[in-house]
């Protein structure tokens, strides 16, 4: 700390608090004796500074309680997350349309695929639930720069994206987008809201080896549909029903793929 300068409230602080270097502190006590009622306050708060202290001593040498170990709270955590997704992952059903053409057979997806589909919708709804409320910057580029847009979500996400779907018909317009982290590579994420000012967003990152069919879960308040296609994972989240939310997950799908 400089030795020059006038007194301040830091030094005052930093005196109390036993922080200071010797010159500074030889400079604020030969203050203090210049000011004796600054100095008589200055006295009591390092009296109640000992005081504390005193009263804490022995909280420094108690062993930390397990619950608070950095171990026990990573455990915590990851067992909170493994129970998150394990309550995803039931919630996810496969529904009827298919999207190698035709239409499949409703019914429970593979747990293995239940396991993939719970960490990728966990990660479309987070980042819905995130921007959907924003008010100031909802998306990074606006819809009124839509090849600006395609291009730069293409470039990040490492697809060439088709122009975002039309969504018009369903009452949605485009805001614009965004690119998020999506695990080892970018994800890009296209926002759409109706008159009302309710949202809608569509996620999309690279991963999975096999199309897929549609899957839907409602999953804390968002309806969701997944489906892979062409080497990407595709999600689209709304605070919608599932039968307002199908027609609309099929124009998107048939637009982008």
């Given at each position: 700390?400089?030795?020059?300068?006038?007194?301040?409230?830091?030094?005052?602080?930093?005196?109390?608090?036993?922080?200071?270097?010797?010159?500074?502190?030889?400079?604020?006590?030969?203050?203090?004796?210049?000011?004796?009622?600054?100095k008589?306050?200055?006295?009591?708060?390092?009296?109640?500074?000992?005081?504390?202290?005193?009263q804490?001593?022995?909280?420094?040498?108690e062993?930390?309680?397990?619950?608070?170990?950095i171990?026990?709270?990573?455990?915590?955590?990851?067992?909170?997350?493994?129970a998150?997704?394990?309550?995803l992952?039931a919630?996810?059903a496969?529904?009827?349309?298919?999207?190698?053409?035709?239409?499949?057979?409703?019914?429970?997806?593979?747990?293995?695929?239940?396991?993939?589909?719970?960490?990728?919708?966990?990660?479309a709804?987070?980042?819905?639930?995130?921007?959907?409320?924003?008010?100031?910057h909802?998306?990074?580029?606006a819809?009124?720069?839509?090849?600006?847009?395609v291009k730069?979500?293409?470039?990040?996400?490492?697809?060439?994206?088709?122009?975002?779907?039309?969504?018009?018909?369903?009452?949605?317009?485009?805001?614009?987008?965004?690119?998020?982290?999506?695990?080892?590579?970018?994800?890009?994420?296209?926002?759409?809201?109706?008159?009302?000012?309710?949202?809608?967003?569509?996620?999309?990152?690279?991963?999975?080896?096999?199309?897929?069919?549609?899957?839907?879960?409602?999953w804390?308040g968002?309806?969701?549909?997944?489906?892979?296609d062409?080497?990407?994972?595709?999600?689209?989240?709304?605070?919608?029903?599932?039968?307002?939310?199908?027609?609309?997950?099929?124009?998107?799908?048939?637009?982008?793929?």
């Amino acid at each position: 700390m400089a030795t020059q300068g006038p007194i301040g409230e830091d030094d005052l602080q930093a005196y109390i608090d036993e922080r200071l270097a010797p010159a500074r502190r030889a400079m604020v006590e030969g203050f203090l004796h210049d000011n004796p009622d600054l100095k008589a306050e200055i006295d009591k708060q390092r009296d109640d500074r000992d005081a504390l202290r005193s009263q804490l001593a022995a909280k420094f040498v108690e062993p930390i309680p397990a619950r608070l170990r950095i171990d026990n709270l990573r455990a915590a955590q990851a067992a909170r997350r493994a129970a998150r997704m394990r309550s995803l992952a039931a919630s996810i059903a496969m529904i009827g349309i298919g999207l190698a053409g035709g239409w499949v057979i409703r019914g429970e997806v593979a747990p293995q695929r239940q396991i993939e589909a719970a960490s990728f919708v966990a990660s479309a709804v987070d980042a819905h639930k995130t921007y959907v409320v924003e008010v100031a910057h909802p998306v990074e580029v606006a819809a009124n720069d839509e090849a600006h847009l395609v291009k730069w979500l293409s470039n990040r996400s490492g697809r060439v994206l088709q122009p975002p779907p039309n969504l018009t018909p369903f009452g949605y317009s485009l805001v614009g987008g965004r690119v998020l982290p999506g695990g080892n590579t970018a994800a890009a994420q296209l926002m759409y809201e109706d008159a009302a000012g309710a949202r809608l967003t569509v996620y999309l990152r690279a991963g999975g080896d096999e199309e897929t069919a549609f899957t839907f879960t409602e999953w804390e308040g968002v309806s969701t549909f997944v489906w892979i296609d062409g080497g990407f994972q595709f999600a689209i989240a709304a605070e919608l029903d599932r039968d307002r939310l199908l027609p609309i997950a099929t124009r998107v799908y048939e637009r982008l793929a």
